[in-house]
């Protein structure tokens, strides 16, 4: 009720440039209540991976329901070479859906990224740099980086740590966090559920203090909360996390539904 049970969606909203959009999970609908009308919508998602929690908010985002509105999706590239626009045709279509994702008005452009470095025309803004690396979980997934006028945000929603419980990262996550001035990052378990759960694709709160600390990231948006956790669960742990990331120079916050950062 407080932190929001919508599943992940977080929008980066640079000055002059169309809207960026981390994954299009059932959040996707909130921020289509508050896409301004007056022209059609364009605007760039990038998607860590596909599982239902971060896509199924796509059919419902009412933006993409005008004639002319453009979502560009970054998307990971498959490791068994399935195309990810036949993945999303698959799932927005009879029976599971009451129309087909190509007969919506507007339009979705895919593009499959892994390991790379890619920029977004940002308009009047300039070019907008992103950086994208595969992060352990379950299936390809992939955590972005985007920097713009000397602003960085990471984001790393889904990661599965080690799972005998130590505190590593592939270089790769490590890279994207580094000194960065907001960490977006999962923070699904307590130490207790990851004893049982260690192989589930996610991390405990204190894994996500250690790597933002170890990458000396400014900020840390705990992320991707567990469905399970109730207002006073998450209270609990935002609050011995924020102690502990404040003695290792780290702001640490429970990412909640309509906050606003300000980087
Ligand atoms: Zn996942
Ligand atoms: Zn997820």
């Known amino acids: 009720m407080g932190y929001g049970?919508?599943?992940?969606?977080?929008?980066?909203?640079?000055?002059?440039?169309?809207?960026?959009?981390?994954?299009?999970?059932?959040?996707?609908?909130?921020?289509?209540?508050?896409?301004?009308?007056?022209?059609?919508?364009?605007?760039?998602?990038?998607?860590?991976?596909?599982?239902?929690?971060?896509?199924?908010?796509?059919?419902?985002?009412?933006?993409?329901?005008?004639?002319?509105?453009?979502?560009?999706?970054?998307?990971?590239?498959?490791?068994?070479?399935?195309?990810?626009?036949?993945?999303?045709?698959?799932?927005i279509r009879p029976p599971l859906f009451p129309v087909d994702l190509m007969t919506l008005p507007g339009t979705v452009e895919f593009r499959e990224v892994c390991n790379d470095e890619f920029e977004i025309d940002g308009g009047p803004a300039g070019p907008i740099s992103v950086m994208s690396r595969t992060i352990p979980h379950i299936g390809r997934t992939l955590g972005y980086r985007v920097e713009?006028?000397?602003?960085?945000?990471?984001?790393?929603?889904?990661?599965?740590?080690?799972?005998?419980?130590?505190?590593?990262?592939?270089?790769?996550?490590?890279?994207?966090?580094?000194?960065?001035?907001?960490?977006?990052?999962?923070?699904?378990?307590?130490?207790d559920e990851f004893a049982v759960k260690r192989d589930?694709?996610?991390?405990?709160?204190?894994?996500?203090?250690?790597?933002?600390?170890?990458?000396?990231a400014r900020q840390l948006a705990l992320f991707h909360h567990d469905p399970t956790h109730d207002d006073d669960v998450l209270d609990g742990l935002v609050r011995g996390a924020a102690e502990v990331g404040a003695e290792q120079g780290v702001r640490v916050f429970g990412a909640r539904e309509g906050s606003c950062v300000i980087v």
């Open 200 to 216: 589930w694709g996610h991390c405990t709160v204190d894994y996500a203090v250690w790597i933002a600390a170890e990458a000396e």
């Open 148 to 191: 713009w006028n000397g602003g960085s945000v990471a984001y790393l929603s889904d990661h599965q740590m080690p799972s005998d419980g130590s505190f590593a990262a592939e270089d790769g996550a490590l890279e994207l966090c580094r000194d960065v001035d907001l960490l977006i990052h999962d923070a699904q378990y307590t130490n």
């Open 5 to 91: 049970g919508n599943t992940s969606c977080v929008s980066l909203d640079i000055p002059g440039a169309d809207p960026i959009v981390f994954d299009l999970g059932t959040g996707l609908r909130y921020f289509g209540r508050a896409v301004r009308g007056g022209r059609p919508f364009r605007g760039t998602s990038l998607v860590s991976h596909l599982h239902w929690d971060h896509i199924q908010g796509l059919p419902f985002f009412t933006p993409l329901l005008s004639d002319g509105a453009h979502i560009t999706m970054y998307a990971p590239r498959q490791a068994d070479g399935t195309s990810v626009a036949d993945i999303f045709a698959d799932m």
